[in-house]
T-cell receptor, first 117, second 115 residues
Framework: GAVVSQHPSRVICKSGTSVKIECRSL??????MFWYRQFPKKSLMLMAT?????????EQGVEKDKFLINHASLTLSTLTVTSAHPEDSSFYIC?????????????FGDGTRLSIL | AQKITQTQPGMFVQEKEAVTLDCTYD???????LFWYKQPSSGEMIFLIY??????QNATEGRYSLNFQKARKSANLVISASQLGDSAMYFC????????????FGKGTRLHILP
């Protein structure tokens, strides 16, 4: 069964709307979660590292005010796309790994397809 | 700096044949893990196989095996007896061991299994 739950799986909304995506680790604690963006037929692009109890670390070129990340607990990280516009349409996917298990694979959520009209 | 290179953007393979997906990497970390993920058209990332840099034996998981050649910095994925359901995008990835750092992905290889 899934060990990382991502919700919602699909969002279609109007331009200017803010959209929140949740990423939950179901049976383990994760001090760190990762958010990726994927364009069609491209690889995953890391957007930011979500750190429990502290500020997220954003990759170069990613607007922190546009993509707000909150990692309020050891099992939940949220990504909010603020005032979304059509260019924000993409596939967003999160991953997490059990705390301290650096030799274990990261488990991914099923992703969120975001479409901004 | 860490880097993953997958030089095959696409591959076509006849069903039941074995297929090798290439992956080379570069890192300055003394210990690291190498991973392969499968992404079908539905989008989810499915973990296939893991190889630690200090593992003496090549990893195997069912029909998947990882041909790890540390000196050459390569970690090729071998799929034996390919099936139609193997058609997907395949990503090679790497992350350092002993610290919780991000995972680096290659650009991927799209595998098409022909009936």
């Amino acid at each position: 069964g899934a060990v990382v739950s991502q919700h919602p799986s699909r969002v279609i909304c109007k331009s200017g709307t803010s959209v929140k995506i949740e990423c939950r680790s179901l049976d383990f604690q994760a001090t760190t979660m990762f958010w990726y963006r994927q364009f069609p037929k491209k690889s995953l692009m890391l957007m930011a590292t979500s750190n429990e109890g502290s500020k997220a670390t954003y990759e170069q070129g990613v607007e922190k005010d546009k993509f707000l990340i909150n990692h309020a607990s050891l099992t939940l990280s949220t990504l909010t796309v603020t005032s979304a516009h059509p260019e924000d349409s993409s596939f967003y996917i999160c991953s997490a790994r059990a705390r301290g298990r650096t030799n274990q694979p990261q488990h991914f959520g099923d992703g969120t397809r975001l479409s901004i009209l | 700096a860490q880097k993953i290179t997958q030089t095959q953007p696409g591959m076509f393979v006849q069903e039941k044949e074995a297929v090798t997906l290439d992956c080379t990497y570069d890192t300055s970390d003394p210990s690291y893990g190498l991973f392969w993920y499968k992404q079908p058209s539905s989008g989810e990332m499915i973990f296939l196989i893991y190889q630690g840099s200090y593992d003496q034996q090549n990893a195997t998981e069912g029909r998947y095996s990882l041909n790890f050649q540390k000196a050459r910095k390569s970690a090729n994925l071998v799929i034996s007896a390919s099936q139609l359901g193997d058609s997907a995008m395949y990503f090679c990835a790497m992350s350092p061991m002993n610290r919780d750092d991000k995972i680096i992905f290659g650009k991927g290889t799209r595998l098409h299994i022909l009936p």
